[in-house]
């Protein structure tokens, strides 16, 4: 693939193609995101408005006050152990799909993206239908005399690691699948012929190849989770309300505290980015040490 | 191959998590056909009850159609700006390139609930209160990284050999994007507007601080609802759009193969 250099275009038309589209981009996201980084240092008073002060004093509240404080802890906690929970379920079918010889990989394919394209509420509802205390895992559960009254799942801890756990497997399978199918069957079957047995394979060769596919499904799906909003919004409860993007929503919508709501955005972005920045490098060192090994290998 | 217990826990845990993955989606149209107001699974009894009921009830219908005239306008501006963006980062070569492309990605990379923050303070100072239009340049921002993507991935396959030999015989520059290009990278342009057009449609976060009283969008008029009422009508329209969604993902596979789409082999 090789970018062409020289354009049978006027030279200077790109500007002309440019123009448009970083017009709408850089007046309807970049200026709102200055007028929100703005805000952020701006003081709002209840009934009175937004003062136009310059202040630390928002971003000194949420660091200070251990309701904010912790509700970020929880917030980038809940992203790690569904991280871990969705790898779990994830590999095993991105490792199926990329390494079997199964013939109609075509419905696999299928039966992965239509839970993956459904609404997002609509996926909500069926485990709020699932779960409810009249659900049908209560009624299964009190049946086999596992618990003894129903229990609350939903608009609990549990509830939401689920549902969050549900909606990231076939982004994570999807993501996974691709680094997969990269590692050559020929060292697979080297590793066989000199003597490895599956386990071995699976714990020398598969898994130390696919670290790079699982590291950036890995950040995809976290930076996904700790900027969630609907699921904890609808099926957290009180606990959801701790959620950093849901402190925000009701700080914005509720108290009306635009400027208090604004730091919680500046602080919610600026913990995503470095988590991108910070761990895609990681990733580019460990697509090198991929290299290298392969180079081994061979 | 032959059957190993490790071949053999794989495929079970395979048989699992796609149980699981269908579980929530089969109960939901399951219960669609309940004669009563249980949402108990299996239903007491068939009956379409509930699919007369929301389509006698104005509000699904309603929203429904706000979400496909949104998602209509803001794919058909996402490809526009799609196509005018990917033919200067594919075609040209300038300074700052990297941080432009960088900028039409932001919307991916930042929060949607931020984006959405962001969007709604900007048109309150405005005093934009053109609701249709607000949501709109939302799903337009929110949608445009993905037309570019798909737009830019079939022009850098594409050889410039041809725009040249075009521009060589004596086509003008829009002779030769109508004619010549156009074609050739309609794969590209199909594939995003459609993707457009289904993230506009599915999108909560970022409608839910656009919207007005007339424009409420179906998936937000969905969670509304539940808001204050838990009965099968909300399964019933859940099942028309899973149909839909698994009519679209099985024609999809049909005629360009998904796996071409989704970038695995």
């Not at chain 1, 005399?145 to 969050?164: K, T």
């Not at chain 1, 699921?231 to 505290?257: A, C, E």
């Amino acid at each position: 693939m090789s970018a062409p250099m020289k354009s049978p275009f006027w030279k200077r038309t790109y500007i002309l193609f440019l123009a448009p589209p970083l017009l709408v981009i850089t007046i309807f996201l970049i200026f709102p995101l200055f007028i929100l980084l703005q805000y952020s240092f701006r003081l709002s008073v209840p009934g009175e408005g937004m003062k136009m002060v310059f202040t630390l004093s928002n971003y000194l509240r949420f660091f200070t006050d251990a309701y904010y404080l912790n509700g970020l802890w929880i917030t980038l906690g809940t992203g790690f152990v569904v991280v871990v929970i969705t790898l779990l379920f994830a590999y095993p079918v991105a490792y199926f799909y990329a390494k079997t010889r199964f013939r109609r990989r075509g419905i696999l394919l299928i039966m992965l993206l239509s839970p993956f394209y459904t609404n997002v509420i609509i996926k909500i509802f069926g485990w709020m239908v699932l779960l409810g205390r009249q659900g049908i895992v209560n009624k299964l559960l009190v049946s086999f005399h596992l618990i003894d009254r129903p229990f609350e799942f939903l608009y609990s801890y549990i509830g939401v690691i689920l549902i969050m756990v549900y909606i990231h497997i076939p982004m994570m399978t999807l993501l996974l699948i691709g680094s997969i199918q990269n590692i050559r069957d020929s060292l697979i079957e080297s590793a066989r012929i000199c003597g490895s047995k599956n386990l071995g394979v699976f714990r020398d060769i598969i898994l130390p190849l696919s670290i790079p596919g699982i590291l950036s499904g890995s950040i995809i799906v976290y930076t996904s989770v700790i900027a969630a909003f609907i699921i904890p919004l609808m099926v957290g409860g009180d606990w959801g309300k701790r959620f950093i993007s849901v402190m925000m929503y009701t700080h914005m919508n509720v108290t009306q505290n635009w400027s208090f709501a604004s730091a919680i955005a500046v602080i919610l972005i600026i913990t995503s980015l470095t988590i991108i920045v910070t761990s895609s490098k990681i990733v580019k060192s460990m697509k090198l040490g991929v290299l290298i090994s392969e180079k081994f290998a061979r | 191959m032959r059957s190993s217990p490790g071949k053999l826990l794989l495929v079970a845990s395979n048989v699992i998590v796609y149980a699981f993955l269908f579980l929530p989606l089969l109960i939901v149209v399951g219960i669609s056909f309940s004669p009563t107001y249980q949402m108990g699974f299996p239903p007491e009894g068939l009956s379409l009850r509930w699919f007369k009921y929301i389509f006698d009830r104005t509000e699904f219908t309603d929203a429904f159609y706000v979400s496909v005239i949104v998602a209509f306008f803001a794919s058909v501006f996402a490809l526009i700006m799609g196509v005018l963006c990917s033919l200067a980062l594919v075609r040209y070569k300038f300074r700052g390139k990297t941080f432009i492309e960088n900028i039409f990605m932001m919307p991916i990379i930042l929060p949607t609930v931020v984006t959405g923050v962001a969007m709604l303070q900007f048109f309150s100072i405005m005093g934009f209160y053109n609701f249709w239009i607000r949501l709109i340049l939302g799903h337009i921002i929110i949608t445009i990284p993905y037309t570019i993507r798909s737009i830019s991935a079939s022009l850098y396959g594409l050889s410039m050999s041809y725009e040249e030999a075009s521009l060589v015989m004596g086509a003008n520059y829009i002779q030769t994007f109508k004619n010549i290009l156009m074609p050739l990278i309609k794969p590209g342009i199909i594939a995003g507007s459609l993707l457009a057009f289904i993230i506009s449609f599915d999108n909560v976060t970022v409608s839910l601080f656009l919207i007005g009283a007339k424009t409420v969008t179906l998936p937000v008029r969905i969670m509304l609802y539940l808001d204050w009422q838990f009965d099968p009508s909300v399964a019933a329209i859940s099942t028309i759009l899973i149909s839909l969604t698994v009519i679209g993902i099985i024609i999809a596979e049909r005629i360009v193969g998904l796996a071409n789409i989704m970038k695995v082999e």
